[in-house]
């Protein structure tokens, strides 16, 4: 049963289950609702990289911190297009173009986005953009243009989010998570683990997610990849179990949600990225790099596929589902 009517208190019970235990109720759940050989290839491009005037303290690309990452303005519309042909020639199925923006502005750089998205849809590829709060104007043109789904993530608990981030609120992006639903676009919305936060923070977040009228039909769960230069430099590396936990909860809590095992990939052994597929993972990023950080490549990617005999979820299968 689909339910938005989590209690705090079940949700801790959840998240507290013996580790096999929980993993067994995930994996029955994933069953019960997807089909479990198929995992979601998604690739992600920087399309506008780093001199963000956000302050999030796990970010590389924002302006106020060192981090040596390689600004640049905003890429060209056929270069962009290039890059997600070749995504789809390995086997992606979603594209997600990302712009290190706090928010939309209307002006020539939007439009070149508007672009991009008619182009890569126009490729038969799953479209998704990350690009900072919208309004609900601008939620409607990138619709319009062919928009499959958008990310925005809460990153973590409401009462945490101020130690993360003092430069927007977490109202700020619920807000914009409700434009995005209003105008019909897909909702890809999760967190990060390793920000320091503890269980508790972990179980609101995920509260939060699984509560909104309608789950996101993405969740992805990524782990702190801890960068020179930002605040969060010194936090220690997540361990795989903190991963599996909150993927197995997710799981249980949004039962149809692609779960995305999303950063932090690259350092996980094939064996924990296996748990994680186990515990109820249905979806993951490929491409060498994830915006700014390090990420497996397609073939790595391709080699872990044959060997667990996963096979990429095709493109759209949502809709046709739904036609029958
Ligand atoms: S996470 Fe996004 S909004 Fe925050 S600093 Fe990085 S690019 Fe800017």
């Given at each position: 049963m689909i339910r938005n009517d989590w209690k705090i208190e079940e949700i801790q019970e959840i998240y507290n289950t013996p580790l096999l235990e929980l993993i067994y109720r995930a994996a029955t759940i994933h069953r019960q609702y997807n089909d479990t050989g198929e995992v979601q290839v998604c690739t992600l491009l920087s399309i506008k990289t780093g001199g963000c005037?956000?302050?999030?303290?796990?970010?590389?690309?924002?302006?106020?911190?060192?981090?040596g990452v390689d600004v640049h303005a905003l890429m060209q519309k056929d270069q962009v297009l290039e890059y997600a042909a070749k995504a789809k020639a390995a086997g992606s199925t979603r594209f997600c173009m990302g712009a290190a923006w706090r928010e939309v502005r209307d002006n020539r750089d939007f439009d070149r986005v508007i672009d991009m998205v008619k182009g890569v849809n126009e490729m038969g590829m799953e479209v998704c953009c990350t690009l900072g709060m919208l309004t609900e104007t601008q939620a409607k043109k990138l619709a319009d243009a062919g928009l499959y789904a958008y990310n925005h993530n809460l990153d973590t608990s409401k009462e945490y989010y101020t130690e993360i981030i003092t430069t927007r609120t977490y109202n700020d992006r619920l807000e914009t998570l409700d434009n995005v639903r209003k105008a019909g676009i897909s909702v890809c919305c999760g967190g990060i683990v390793g920000l320091g936060e503890t269980h508790a923070d972990r179980v609101k977040m995920l509260h939060t997610l699984s509560t909104l009228p309608e789950h996101p039909e993405s969740v992805p769960i990524n782990a702190l990849v801890a960068v020179a230069g930002t605040p969060l430099e010194n936090n220690q590396k997540v361990d795989v179990w903190d991963m599996v936990k909150m993927i197995a909860t997710a799981r249980i809590l949004m039962p149809k949600a692609m779960v995305r095992l999303s950063a932090g990939r690259a350092t996980m052994s094939v064996s924990d990225q296996a748990l994680c597929f186990m515990a109820g993972a249905n979806s993951i990023f490929t491409g060498e790099k994830l915006l700014t950080t390090p990420n497996p490549s397609f073939d790595e990617d391709q080699a872990m596929f044959n060997l667990l005999g996963i096979t990429p979820r095709e493109a759209f299968k949502e809709e046709k589902e739904l036609v029958g």
């Open positions: 005037s956000e302050d999030c303290a796990y970010c590389p690309q924002a302006a106020r911190y060192s981090t």
